[in-house]
């Protein structure tokens, strides 16, 4: 039996697990999956440790996502445009990373709330750990215009550049904007990437930025809408939706990478809704 993991530190609260049990038993795959708590500050000889016992690979949550692309020696594209991984697969002492966060945005927005990202106007809020795992397929799935805007302003024009470095021919497709000058600019889909939502608030958009028809996504997910799901629908987006799903994607992503076998997502989502009493 291969073994996995996740590695966070909190990690008593990761679905992971039975989110990889459920993929395990649909598709026939003989693995285990379990939860480690990572010390802070111990994050290399955890992972290690883990590798000699003879694991194969991991995934990664807060706070260790720029510790997992720093201590592998390979990466894809989507890990260095991003420069934090959540996933490591082991090949002896060798360790790959990639970071699937974005696809599994991606793939929960358009192929799960059937949501077309290509030719939209489409604006991303934040621009910490969790912004920058997303922008290069945000951009890859072919969205017009892609801003970034960020309470703290120089951040915003930091991630825009670091992008615009890994991936030149997006360049004139994004740019950051402080968020009062986002005023009477409308898009099609507003994401929330902040941790705002850890302390119950919603990020300060100005009134005027859901276009008709638009989705809010919020990266984070909870009980009930967020603050910034609140605040959205109060602010006439059509549609809202939190992030279990690009939870779910995310993983599912992961599993491929590791089995070769693409589970179904959406029984194993209708089931974590069931839990978290959220309407299918
Ligand atoms: P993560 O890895 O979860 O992205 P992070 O790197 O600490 O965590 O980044 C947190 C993000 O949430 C930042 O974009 C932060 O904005 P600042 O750069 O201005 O700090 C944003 N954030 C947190 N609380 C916020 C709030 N109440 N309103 C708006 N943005 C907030």
């Known amino acids: 039996m291969d073994r996995y993991a996740v590695i966070g530190n909190p990690i008593a609260h990761s679905k992971s697990p039975e989110i990889h049990a459920a993929f395990a038993r649909q598709t026939g795959q003989d693995i285990s999956y379990e939860r480690i708590l990572g010390p802070i500050g111990g994050f290399d ?7 000699r016992g003879g694991g194969k690979g991991m995934n990664v949550t807060l706070p ?59 604006l991303l809020v934040g621009a910490g750990g969790a912004a920058q795992g997303v922008v290069l397929p945000l951009l890859h799935a072919g969205v017009a215009t892609l801003t970034i805007s960020n309470r703290t ?45 850890l302390n119950n608030e919603a990020p300060a958009l100005p009134p005027g930025v859901y276009a008709p028809g638009s989705l809010a996504y919020d ?22 939706s939190g992030g279990l799903g690009m939870l779910v994607e995310q993983a599912a992503e992961s599993f491929f990478l590791w089995r070769g076998v693409r589970p179904e997502t959406k029984p194993v989502l209708q089931t974590l809704r069931q839990q978290l009493g959220e309407p299918g």
Not at 45 to 51: D, N, S
Not at 97 to 114: F, S
């Open 64 to 122: 260790f996502k720029l510790a997992a692309f720093e201590i592998a020696s390979s990466a894809s594209e989507r890990a260095i445009a991003a420069r934090a991984a959540n996933f490591l697969r082991f090949d002896g002492e060798e360790i790959h990373c990639d970071n699937t966060d974005g696809i599994g945005l991606v793939n929960d927005i358009e192929q799960a709330l059937g949501f077309v990202l290509t030719g939209t106007r489409a």
């Open 153 to 197: 302003e120089e951040k915003a024009h930091a991630l825009v550049a670091m992008i615009a470095h890994a991936a030149p021919d997006a360049k004139q497709r994004l740019q950051a904007r402080a968020l009062p000058k986002l005023a009477g600019t409308r898009f099609d889909i507003v994401i929330n990437a902040t941790s705002s939502g």
């Open 219 to 240: 990266m984070v997910y909870g009980k009930g809408a967020t603050p910034f799901l609140q605040h959205a629908m109060a602010q006439g987006a059509a549609r809202c």
């Open 45 to 51: 000889g955890a992972v290690m440790q883990f590798l």
